[in-house]
């Protein structure tokens, strides 16, 4: 008999096409609920806290190629650890911490790939560029020669109906091809890291090439573990 991971993760197969890179973002369960993930094949897993992650990742040394995606808010003196800890980071949200990211990454043997998250609705709760703080700091992202910056990434709002959600996606699918279509050194923008449980489906309509599924696949997160999240992070 299966488990309910891997009942989650077989309906999602049905729905999510191969091109579009599964995320399975495993914040508040433990490595147990990861290995499940990954027996049914997931190799890509999200964590938003660094403090919580490293743990898990030592518990699981034996997976080696796990790909370690960074979706939580990154303070800039938690650069180095993110850097060494992950493989992505989807939440550079600010020319300064990329800029503290670059000026970190050469003393590492190796440097992760990294998304550049856009605010693409007005949210107060939220970090990230607006689409035009964007443009303005794009020249100074692309001379950062020591980051592997892929694409965008965003977090929506809460409270938007689906045609406001997919047109979000749709406008963040933009903003891509469109820095995508100047010319830059280094800069890439291959990427597109949106839609969560609740609306993966427009995103992937929207374009997404990476979705960052919890919910979905691990059953909801209980509150006094959201709470905890909440309260270090704040
Ligand atoms: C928690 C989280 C997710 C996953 O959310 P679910 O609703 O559980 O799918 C995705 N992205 C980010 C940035 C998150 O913090």
């Excluded at 309910?4 to 147990?32: D, E, W």
């Excluded at 938690?78 to 600010?94: E, G, N």
């Excluded at 560029?129 to 592997?148: G, I, R, Y």
């Excluded at 977090?155 to 933009?174: M, N, S, V």
Aim: glycine share 6%; aromatic share 6%.
């Amino acid at each position: 008999m299966s488990s309910a991971i891997a009942q989650n993760l077989a309906r999602l197969h049905q729905t999510v096409p191969p091109s579009v890179r599964l995320i399975a973002v495993s914040k508040t369960f433990p490595p147990a609920a990861i290995r499940e993930a990954y027996a049914t094949g997931i190799r890509d897993f999200g964590e938003s806290r660094i403090q919580e992650a490293i743990p898990k990742q030592e518990a699981l040394q034996d997976l080696t190629d796990i790909q370690w995606h960074f979706i939580g808010h990154l303070q800039t003196n938690k650069a180095r650890k993110a850097l060494q800890h992950f493989h992505w980071i989807h939440t550079c949200d600010s020319l300064k911490l990329a800029q503290r990211l670059n000026q970190i990454a050469p003393e590492l043997p190796q440097s992760p790939q990294i998304l550049l998250q856009v605010k693409i609705r007005p949210d107060p709760d939220k970090y990230g560029w607006t689409p035009a703080q964007l443009q303005t700091d794009l020249e100074a992202l692309d001379h950062l020669n020591a980051l592997k910056i892929q694409g965008l990434m965003t977090i929506l709002p809460l409270g938007l109906t689906e045609a406001e959600t997919l047109k979000a996606f749709e406008d963040l699918q933009d903003l891509r091809e469109n820095i995508g279509q100047q010319t830059w050194v280094n800069l890439k923008m291959e990427e597109l890291s949106m839609g969560m449980s609740g609306d993966y489906p427009l995103a992937i309509q929207g374009g997404a090439t990476m979705i960052r599924l919890g919910r979905i696949i691990f059953g909801t997160r209980e509150a006094s573990q959201t709470e905890n999240r909440l309260s270090s992070t704040h």
